[in-house]
C-alpha cells in the first residue's frame, strides 16, 4: 500500500493537514513580521512590534512544546525581531527625512518671496510711522522756529 491510502481502493485525502501548533506559531510570527514592515508610523510600529515578541514568545513555546530536547531560541528570535524594528524604524525615519526635505525644497522659494513681502510691508509700515513722528516732531517744534519758516512750514 502506498503512503496515505488505508487500502488500495481508498482516494488519498484531499483536506491538507494544519500543521500544529508549531505551524499555528510560525504563521502567527509571520503575520506579526508583516505587520513590522507594513507600519507607517511609529504608533502603529509600536503597536506591531510589542505582537512580535508575543509572537516570538508563542513560537518559542510551540517548538519546546513540540520537542522539549530542542534549545530555547527565543532570545534569538527575540534579538533579531528587535534588530528588524530597528531597521524598520530607520527606515521610517529616512522616508520622514526624504518626506521634509521634499517639501522644504519645493516650498523653500516661496518662503523666500513670503519672507520679502512681509519685509517690504515691514519697511512701509516702518516709514509711516516715521513719517508721522516726523510730523509731529515738526509741529511741536514751530514755536521754537522764527515766524516765517513757521507760516511756511504749516501750509
Not at 510589542?50 to 519546546?64: N, P
Amino acid at each position: 500500500m502506498g503512503k496515505g491510502f488505508r487500502s488500495a481502493g481508498e482516494r488519498p485525502r484531499t483536506q491538507p493537514r494544519q500543521g500544529g501548533p508549531v505551524f499555528t506559531a510560525l504563521k502567527a510570527y509571520t503575520a506579526a513580521l508583516k505587520e513590522v514592515t507594513n507600519a507607517t508610523d511609529d504608533a502603529t510600529l509600536d503597536k506591531a512590534s510589542q505582537g512580535l515578541v508575543t509572537a516570538v514568545g508563542g513560537l518559542a513555546s510551540a517548538i519546546k512544546t513540540a520537542d522539549p530536547k530542542a534549545p530555547d531560541i527565543a532570545p534569538q528570535i527575540e534579538a533579531g525581531g528587535k534588530l528588524f524594528e530597528l531597521g524598520a524604524r530607520a527606515y521610517l525615519d529616512s522616508r520622514r527625512y526624504a518626506a521634509l526635505k521634499k517639501s522644504v525644497l519645493a516650498v523653500d522659494p516661496a518662503i523666500d518671496t513670503i519672507g520679502m513681502t512681509i519685509k517690504a510691508g515691514l519697511l512701509a509700515i516702518r516709514a509711516q510711522v516715521y513719517f508721522e513722528r516726523a510730523q509731529e516732531m515738526n509741529k511741536a517744534a514751530l514755536p521754537f522756529l522764527d515766524k516765517n519758516y513757521a507760516a511756511h512750514a504749516a501750509t
